[in-house]
């Protein structure tokens, strides 16, 4: 059972990587505008769309594994990977609000113009929180 659980747990992390291919595919928004602009807003959030269901997957698949197996190497680490999901989860509550809201604009191109550095930012962070949060999965030694 414990590793059809790590499984499941490896499917959502993997799930989640729609977030880190999300910077470039932001990047090329850029070049589009006008109901261009908009398909290819709505292919990103489709495209996204999975963020939240991996995170919801990630933390009843690495609760059940500590709760119910105790394969952790300290508390300390159970709080920072709770830490770190939360906070993705923020981040991706937020990129996906600021890309839908350019969906129903008369003018497309200003409300992305508006969002672009936010978005930017906010894809990054999460991109970094991502692999943060893949480093402390993998390497339990420096926690213990
Ligand atoms: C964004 C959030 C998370 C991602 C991307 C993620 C991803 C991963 C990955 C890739 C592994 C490696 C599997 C292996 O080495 O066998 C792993 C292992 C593990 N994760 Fe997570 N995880 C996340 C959140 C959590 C949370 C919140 C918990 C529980 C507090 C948790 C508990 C565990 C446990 C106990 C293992 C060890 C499995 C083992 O090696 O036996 N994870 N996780």
């Known amino acids: 059972m414990y590793s059809f659980i790590v499984f499941v747990h490896v499917i959502g ?47 009843i698949t690495g609760g059940w594994m500590v709760m119910g197996y105790a394969t952790y190497p300290s508390l300390l680490w159970v709080v920072l990977s709770l830490i770190l999901l939360m906070l993705i989860g923020a981040l ?8 839908k809201s350019v969906i129903p604009a008369k003018n497309p191109d200003k409300v992305l113009q508006r969002n672009m550095a936010k978005l930017n930012i906010l894809g990054w962070f999460t ?15 420096l926690f213990a």
């Open 13 to 59: 992390a993997l799930l989640l990587g729609s977030f880190l291919a999300f910077p470039v595919a932001f990047k090329s928004l850029l070049s589009r505008s006008g109901n261009e602009l908009k398909i290819s807003v709505k292919t990103l959030v489709g495209f996204t769309r999975f963020g939240h269901y991996a995170l919801i997957l990630l933390i």
């Open 92 to 99: 991706i509550g937020m990129i996906q609000k600021g890309l």
């Open 127 to 141: 991109f970094l929180l991502i692999v943060t949060v893949v480093f402390v999965m993998t390497n339990h030694g």
